[in-house]
């Protein structure tokens, strides 16, 4: 796991540790120190901590204008555990609504397991973007199955064609274009 490194092809675009309105505004990781492990497996030391013990974040660009971000993450998604989702609410997201925040793409390839729980934190994130959308790209088939066996599917937008997305190849203003065209047209707007 420790050579799974955060996408960096945006970083001379954003970066979350220079950006004064950003949660992980002043974090600092080392380029050569390891020093965060999932079940004793170290990651890369790019990966940000949300105050989990499984669930690491990079917040790979954020549109202050649009009203947009995408984030990738890496490892175990438990909230029944270590309630991830309200680390990840509280920690990031909540800050990112008060900048103006409304739109959410969460990149989710490096999400090796779901373990859900209560839905209230996503229907609270859900309520707080009500003008906006959060949409999971790039999950696993079997992480998304688990996500709708506690009905997240109300909250976050996921499948079809957004689990096909090759979001690498398109810049970050190309992908939210490109998420939120298909999300109007799952809307019917």
């Given at each position: 796991m420790?050579e799974?490194e955060?996408?960096y092809?945006?970083?001379e675009?954003?970066?979350?540790?220079?950006?004064?309105?950003?949660p992980l505004?002043?974090a600092?990781?080392?380029?050569?120190y390891?020093?965060?492990a999932?079940y004793?497996?170290y990651?890369?030391?790019?990966?940000d901590?949300i105050d989990?013990e499984?669930?690491?974040?990079?917040?790979?660009?954020?549109?202050?204008?649009?009203?947009?971000?995408?984030?990738?993450?890496?490892?175990?998604?438990?909230?029944t555990?270590?309630?991830d989702?309200?680390?990840?609410?509280?920690?990031?997201i909540?800050?990112?609504?008060?900048?103006?925040?409304k739109?959410?793409?969460?990149i989710?390839?490096?999400?090796?397991?779901?373990?859900?729980?209560?839905d209230?934190?996503?229907?609270?994130?859900?309520e707080?973007?009500?003008?906006?959308w959060?949409a999971a790209?790039s999950?696993?088939?079997?992480?998304?199955?688990?996500?709708?066996?506690?009905?997240?599917?109300?909250?976050?937008?996921?499948?079809?064609?957004?689990?096909?997305?090759?979001?690498?190849?398109?810049?970050?203003?190309r992908?939210?274009?490109?998420?939120?065209?298909?999300?109007?047209?799952r809307?019917?707007?």
């Open positions: 420790h799974i955060p996408f092809n945006w970083l675009l954003y970066s979350a540790c220079e950006d004064p309105r950003s505004y002043g600092e990781n080392s380029l050569n390891y020093t965060h999932i004793g497996y990651i890369h030391p790019q990966w901590d989990s499984t669930l690491y974040l990079k917040i790979l660009y954020t549109d202050y204008d649009l009203g947009f971000a995408v984030i990738e993450f890496i490892g175990e998604w438990n909230d555990l270590n309630n989702i309200m680390n990840l609410k509280r920690n990031i909540d800050p990112m609504v008060h900048e103006g925040i739109h959410f793409i969460l989710g390839e490096n999400v090796f397991n779901f373990h859900g729980s209560d209230a934190y996503y229907e609270e994130w859900f707080d973007v009500e003008e906006g959060i790209i999950f696993q088939d079997f992480v998304l199955s688990e996500m709708r066996n506690y009905n997240l599917d109300s909250y976050i937008n996921y499948g079809g064609s957004l689990a096909e997305i090759p979001w690498r190849t398109y810049t970050p203003k992908l939210f274009s490109l998420v939120d065209s298909m999300i109007q047209k809307l019917g707007a």
